[in-house]
Every structure is written in C-alpha cells, then in structure tokens.
C-alpha cells in the first residue's frame, strides 16, 4: 500500500516523469493502460526512483468501485459529500462520516433516494478529539470486511474571528488536532485493515490554505492568525 497526498490515482514522480499523459484524478483511464503501454513505462521511468512492482502498484489495477469499500471523513459537507455522492453512483460502498449524527443520518437517506445505492453507512466522531478519533478506526475495523481506500478529507478552516485561537478537546491548538493529528491517528489505527484489504489506499486532501507548520511553535501560541 502506499500513500500521497491529493492525488487519488497517480505518485507525483509517475505523473512528471512517466512517458503518456493521464488526467489527475482519471481512475478509469489508470485502469485502462494496455500491457504495451506498461511495459513501455517500465523501459523508460528511471528505475532508481520507481522500480516495476512500484510502478504495478500504482498502475496497480484497484477492484472496481463496485467491489470497493471507501470511508470519507467529512463527508457531509462540501468536497467529502460530492464524493460520497459520486461513489455511491457507482456502487461503492461508501463509509461517511461527520461530527453531526442528525445531519449525517439525513444526508445518508437523501445519497440513498437519490442513487439507490443500499451500501451505504454513516459513522458519529468529532475528530477534535482524539478519543472518538481512535474508537472511529475501532469500529470501522470491527465492522467492516475490507477497507480499500481511506480519503482523509475532514478538515478545520478559519473561525468566526480568525484572531481568536482555539483548542481541541486534548487541549491542542484546534486545527493542528484535527487536520493533522486525527488524520494520521486515524490512518494508523486502520492501517492494518487498510494493508489485509490491499491494494488498499490512502488519501490525504490538501488545500492551498493549508500553511507550513512551525515545530518551533507548533501550538500556534504565537502571532495566531487563523
């Protein structure tokens, strides 16, 4: 299994460097390379950076989506819910998740009414705290047979008043708890049903408003701006 960063089918050295073109994000065009066309990449990437079974796997031919099962955090809102929708069209099992159960429940019923896809289950965490963030990967690994792709999408933006800092439940600066900490504990925590699962993967979402962190301030104590 292996793990990038907003870029649910292709590496950024296979995308920069492998000799066709393939629209980022196209899964199907991914599944679609003809065996010349593999072997042709395979004499002309630098093997030094990508050997052949890294190559396999990330031209590494993923079950269909019908036969996939992916958990989305933040999936009721945004991005996440636009996924949600669209995997549910093409019958994936799709895992949301949201922080609201009320909300969640109604947004499960509408993907339902809407598709008619049955295969469809809403999990209950705020990820500002670690605790729930921790049962969540428990229960996911408990109750489900596979997990083939984890889209690690939940996310904390700016607040009401960006000057105003805030902390997590742990008593961490909210935003470094849930857009970085609760991503990787949850990654981590099913990790082991991700890699039984394989070829499993995991997808972290970015944004251009994500800033680079400061391990010298890593709570963000000092000039907070949002």
Known sequence: ????????????????????SIPTGDCRSVRKVSKAL????????????FG???L??????????AAQTILITG?????????AQTLAE??????????DSERGRAILDEIRQETGNEKLQFYCADLASLKQTADLAQRVAAEQQRLDVLVNNAAVGFGKDSSKREMSQDGYELRFAVNYLASHLLA????????????ARIVNVASVGQAPL?????????????
Not at 75 to 83: E, K, N, R, V
Not at 90 to 99: F, K, M, N, P, W
Not at 214 to 226: A, H, K, P, V, W
């Open 1 to 20: 299994m292996r793990q990038w960063q907003a870029r649910p089918c292709l590496d950024d050295r296979v995308a920069t460097t492998a000799p066709w």
């Open 38 to 49: 593999y072997q042709q990449a395979l004499r002309k990437l630098p093997q030094a950076a």
């Open 52 to 54: 052949p079974s890294d």
């Open 56 to 65: 396999a796997l990330y031209l590494g031919f993923m079950r269909p989506l």
């Open 75 to 83: 999936a009721t809102s945004g991005l996440g819910l636009a996924l």
């Open 90 to 99: 093409r019958e994936a099992t799709v895992l949301l998740h949201g922080r």
């Open 188 to 199: 981590r925590g099913l990790l082991p049903k991700l890699k039984a699962s394989a070829p």
């Open 214 to 226: 400061n391990f010298d301030d890593i709570m963000s104590e000092r000039g907070y701006s949002g």
